[in-house]
């Protein structure tokens, strides 16, 4: 069973780069691509943005384009995001995931980690 | 950019009852549509892709359909276990989330 886990710090003062790592663990890296979604409290899902496993293949939401950056490290089963120049407006829920090779759903979840931007 | 609407954004119903949840979108998606189930600490677990195709494991009560712009998620007989906050997703080109349907126990 492909389980993904989230970490990094819960708080991040604005104006600061946010850094989540998700591990992949019961199933390869390789062969998927993988992605960050977010949900500030009381509002829907947002796509962040996704990478294939070789870090060759990246897309990113276009309203955070300029902010984020994802990366993979195949050999720690591990891929990362960071956001910078965090506003209380980037508070949320911040999900790792596994998007299918063929189509662009998000087939396994991480259980989420809560990031507060302190002003 | 594309949205995603879902009614009702609340739905109080009892275990047994059959219900279904709509998603709209602004421009046609055709069958690039997912459903999700979220509770609070758990990991979201993907239900339905392809706008009808059910994803394994998930309960055959389960059931997706719509094409074009207008999509329903139908659960047949509501379990105990199914009150939850269910979104839609499109992936026909970025991809975007439906507000969200939070079914209550009545």
């Known amino acids: 069973q492909v389980q993904l886990q989230e970490s990094g710090p819960g708080l991040v003062k604005a104006s600061e780069t946010l850094s989540l790592t998700c591990t992949v663990s019961?199933?390869?890296?390789?062969?998927?691509?993988w992605g960050w979604i977010r949900q500030p409290p009381g509002k829907r899902l947002e796509w962040i943005a996704y990478?294939?496993?070789?870090?060759?293949?990246?897309n990113y939401n276009p309203s955070l384009k300029s902010r984020v950056t994802i990366s993979v490290d195949p050999s720690k089963s591990q891929f990362s995001l960071k956001l910078t120049s965090v506003t209380a407006a980037d508070t949320a829920a911040y999900y790792c995931a596994r998007r299918v090779t063929r189509g662009g759903y998000f087939d396994y979840w991480g259980q989420g980690s809560l990031v507060t931007v302190s002003s | 950019d594309i949205q995603m609407t879902q009614s009702p954004s609340t739905l109080s119903a009892s275990v047994g009852d059959r219900v279904t949840i709509t998603c709209r979108a602004s421009q046609s998606i055709t069958i690039y549509l997912a459903w999700y189930q979220l509770k609070p600490g758990k990991a979201p677990k993907l239900l339905i892709y392809d706008a009808s195709t059910l994803q394994s494991g998930v309960p055959s009560r389960f059931s997706g359909s719509g094409s074009g712009t207008e999509f329903t998620l139908t659960i047949s007989s509501l379990q105990p276990d199914d009150f939850a906050t269910y979104y839609c997703q499109h992936y026909n080109s970025y991809y975007t989330f439906g507000q969200g349907t939070k079914l209550e126990i009545k």
């Open positions: 019961g199933g390869s890296i390789r062969s998927y691509y």
């Open positions: 990478i294939n496993y070789s870090g060759g293949i990246t």
